[in-house]
């Protein structure tokens, strides 16, 4: 199979995808969102990157969707939309990719379908934010809607520094997102799937003066066996926002009631790999060989 892979220039990830996929007999391309180039003509579309036609691939891997304007980031779904529409398989599909990259989307879907969602106010102005605040027990997480990773990710549980920070923020022309903290066990639990079924799973601790989990953010992970729950929760999270390849993360508040965090349409697995001594792009291409053979 021809297959791309959308990824930041160095991205390990799209090494990885491609030292795997070229072992295995496939011809895999390294991409670049901003080496796109669409050309639209009555009944025909040509997509191509670089000197790549695109249409030509069986399918495509999503490993970034890089910070960009409104117009850029429309765009490159608009792209990978008429992918999709041509018969290439895209990995996550753009509808999902379209809710997974917005944290607002996402848990208004996630608690619409009746999942349980920290409680979460979302606004525009630092006036509305600080009433939010106290709404939210005077401690909050604020989020940015896009981003991955951990980053730009801040506890604020000071009334003056919550101000300052959501003057600034409304300042920037952000939006503001806060949830209520989750003060229970120290620990959030990683489920990544793969067409819903269980890749692997891991335990995440922050560093020690941290309250983020995240590996990137030199938390800790260890192999972790998901309950029945957990894993429902997970494949239900995934089935919500049409994630194909998902990574979901959970927390337990002090009722030690399970809550889900975020789901992720371009999950990293380098620590979880580690974790849970599996070799996921491995995974990753004998699920495509499969579905491919199946379609066939």
């Not at 260890?222 to 995934?238: D, M, S």
Request: with cysteine; glycine share 8%.
């Amino acid at each position: 199979m021809q297959i791309g892979v959308f990824g930041n220039h160095d991205s390990w990830y799209v090494s990885e995808l491609c030292r795997v996929g070229n072992a295995r007999g496939h011809q895999v391309y390294p991409l670049l969102f901003d080496q796109f180039n669409v050309s639209i003509e009555t009944s025909r579309i040509g997509i191509h990157c670089g000197e790549i036609d695109l249409k030509t691939l069986d399918a495509v891997f999503v490993r970034t969707m890089p910070p960009g304007t409104l117009e850029q980031v429309v765009a490159r779904m608009d792209m990978l939309a008429g992918l999709e529409a041509a018969g290439v398989r895209v990995i996550n599909p753009p509808r999902a990719l379209e809710c997974a990259v917005d944290k607002y989307l996402t848990t208004q879907r996630l608690a619409a379908a009746g999942m349980p969602v920290p409680a979460t106010i979302v606004c525009e102005n630092s006036e509305a934010a600080l009433t939010a605040f106290e709404n939210l027990g005077r401690d909050v997480v604020v989020k940015p809607l896009f981003g991955a990773e951990g980053r730009g990710i801040m506890r604020v549980s000071d009334p003056e520094l919550a101000l300052r920070a959501f003057r600034t923020l409304e300042r920037l022309g952000a939006v503001l997102y806060l949830q209520k903290f989750v003060s229970g066990p120290g620990f959030d639990i990683r489920v990544l799937l793969l067409d819903g079924q269980l890749v692997g799973s891991m335990k995440r601790t922050p560093k020690d003066g941290d309250f983020r989990a995240n590996i990137s953010q030199q938390g800790t992970g260890i192999l972790h066996v998901p309950t029945e729950r957990e894993l429902k929760l997970a494949q239900q999270a995934a089935s919500v926002t049409g994630t194909l390849f998902a990574g979901v993360d959970l927390m337990y508040n002090t009722d030690l009631e399970p809550l889900l965090i975020e789901v992720n349409a371009v999950p990293g697995w380098r620590g979880l790999q580690r974790a849970c001594n599996i070799d996921v792009p491995t995974r990753l291409f004998e699920w495509i060989e499969t579905s491919a053979s199946v379609c066939i």
